[in-house]
């Protein structure tokens, strides 16, 4: 026997039938919408999180491109170049937030490459050359006509130089200091590189001058100490070369021939690194 409702007349099971299909198509629709809600909402955070790196990169860039443009003179004039190439890598690499696909299967594939971008190889090598222009910058005001007294204390720091001397106005045995074009001061130094058994005029730093370990020749400008080691360079290789020499930032290097070629070059090495090392 058929059972109806009272109110339509319409037999049960077909009332049970189309409730069933009714919640089947609600479900597939629910199944579906919170699907997409999904793969909405993963890649909408994928999203937040390149931004977050982004962001991140381009403050390592911006930090790099204020001392690449900065006024201050580096010691290291390789170094603009390296920059330079180092923000145009970051430029490159730079993935910007794409337009969300349609489907779950190309949403999903988006999440995926998103979530995959990785800076930090960039960011590390953009700060590391913000911390070398930054050093290079402080060598390079340390070494640009620096007082007579830092000179001094650093060259005494040296290992092999066991004595210094300023000269003076009086005593200056070139007649440069203070004078146009000539240095601001001048630290003769002792080297017990030296062979004990050189023969010198005198028994002071001074009086042996350069061949008794070597001297350094500050400078007021750049030129002036290019100018002064230009002229030393003259006599290179020839019987009045006093030994091997050098220019950083504004002062001259001059060490004594009368060492063996290694220990001269040592010497220079050693000096730059002492002139250089950050206060």
Same mark, same amino acid.
């Given at each position: ?9 319409i ?5 049970t039938?189309?409730? +069933? ?9 629910c ?13 909408e955070?994928?999203?937040t ?22 006024e201050?003179k ?9 920059? *330079? ?17 349609k ?8 999440v ?5 971008v ?8 953009? +700060? ?28 005494l =720091?040296?290992?092999n130089? &066991?004595?210094?001397? *300023? ?9 440069? #200091?203070?004078k146009?074009?000539?240095? =601001?001061?001048?630290?003769?130094f ?5 062979? *004990? ?10 009086? +042996? ?7 350094l ?6 030129e ?9 360079? &003259? ?5 009045f ?8 930032g504004?002062?001259?290097i ?5 060492m ?5 070059e #040592? ?8 002139? =250089? *090392?950050?206060?």
């Amino acid at each position: 026997m058929l059972q109806y409702s009272i109110e339509a007349g319409i037999p049960m099971k077909s009332i049970t039938k189309i409730l +069933k299909g009714t919640l089947a198509v609600i479900l597939l629709i629910c199944v579906t919408s919170c699907g997409k809600n999904q793969a909405k909402i993963n890649f909408e955070e994928a999203v937040t999180s390149l931004e977050a790196k982004n962001q991140e990169l381009d403050s390592a860039v911006t930090d790099l491109k204020i001392l690449l443009e900065s006024e201050d003179k580096l010691l290291d004039m390789a170094l603009p170049e390296q920059s *330079a190439a180092l923000i145009k890598n970051a430029d490159a690499v730079k993935v910007l937030p794409p337009e969300m696909g349609k489907g779950d299967e190309v949403i999903a594939g988006q999440v995926s490459e998103l979530n995959a971008v990785d800076y930090s190889t960039v960011i590390t090598e953009l +700060k590391e050359m913000a911390e070398n222009m930054q050093t290079s910058i402080q060598q390079r005001k340390l070494v640009t006509n620096p007082p007579e007294e830092q000179v001094m204390y650093r060259i005494l =720091t040296i290992e092999n130089i &066991t004595a210094a001397e *300023a000269v003076t106005e009086g005593s200056d045995p070139n007649g440069m #200091l203070n004078k146009p074009g000539g240095y =601001t001061s001048a630290i003769f130094f002792e080297c017990d590189l030296v062979p *004990a058994t050189t023969q010198f005029k005198g028994t002071s730093a001074l009086e +042996k001058g350069t061949p008794g370990g070597g001297c350094l020749e500050v400078y007021a400008s750049p030129e002036d100490a290019e100018s002064r080691n230009a002229y030393l360079s &003259t006599f290179d290789g020839r019987i009045f070369a006093a030994g091997k020499h050098a220019v950083i930032g504004t002062v001259v290097i001059r060490v004594s021939g009368e060492m063996k070629e290694q220990d001269q070059e #040592l010497m220079i090495q050693r000096l730059i690194e002492a002139l =250089t *090392a950050p206060e």
